[in-house]
């Protein structure tokens, strides 16, 4: 698992750095530098995770649950904020971030969605660290 934790938080990483290239190219850039910021934040999140790894005490079925939340949590940080930096979306959830930008209606559901569920997945995958760590 430690493997997959450093593999999968350097590529997010690595994300993060090229999202950064096209920060002026998307129509909202303030949600542009956000989502650069998640990507390179949460990949250095999973890094970490890994090197904690060794000292967290589990059942598999539990360990795998929580990578796989906070793994899901930290990419669809990256993609809804890229997503809303592109479609000039995320009004509702994130309105400093969005500014006067709006998007349809569609594509301001899928962002939501994106960020309320990385939400409960980043509480409960956390939480389940914490009770492996003790």
Known sequence: MQKVLFMLGLVLFLLGLFTGFAVPALKNPRMALSSHLEAVLNGMFLVLLGLLWPH?????????TAVVLIVYSAYANWLATLLAAAWGAGRRLAPIAAADHEAAAAKERIVSFLLVSLAVAIV??????VVGLC
């Open 56 to 64: 967290i005490h589990l059942p598999a079925a539990w360990g795998a």
């Open 124 to 129: 409960v995958g956390v939480g389940i660290v």
